[in-house]
């Protein structure tokens, strides 16, 4: 039998908390609290092995994704930080303070 790879470890794990290819922090955190609530066997209406079997699967897919998040190297780089500029700043990079295009504040 073939080892998984990180990838495929991740993908497991994105999927049984049922996460879209790209979450926040916060929308990883959302879900998993989500999910417990539903399958925690003192509080679901399902059977209890059902229960058990659903909140430990949910509970080591978290594990995964907080492991690849908490060791994930962030890159602070001009290019990387750039990536994720809102529009105005984008626009003002662009235009500047250009009287048609740019961001123009006339303060006499």
């Known amino acids: 039998m073939k080892a ?3 990838y495929d470890q991740i993908t497991e794990a994105r999927k049984i908390l049922e996460l879209p290819e790209s979450a926040t922090l916060q929308e990883v955190k959302r879900q998993y609290k989500k999910l417990m ?17 659903k909140a430990k699967k949910i ?3 978290y594990k995964e994704i907080m492991n690849y998040c908490n060791n994930y190297s962030f890159s602070f ?3 990387e930080v750039e990536k994720y500029i809102t529009e105005e700043e984008w626009w003002f990079k662009r235009f500047g303070n250009d009287p048609v295009w740019g961001v123009y504040n006339d303060k006499s």
Request: proline fraction near 4%; charged fraction near 60%; charge should be positive.
């Open 4 to 6: 998984k790879t990180k």
């Open 59 to 61: 509970n080591e897919a």
């Open 77 to 79: 780089s001009k290019e």
């Open 37 to 53: 609530a539903k399958w925690h066997p003192d509080k679901s209406r399902e059977k209890k092995e059902i229960c058990e079997e």
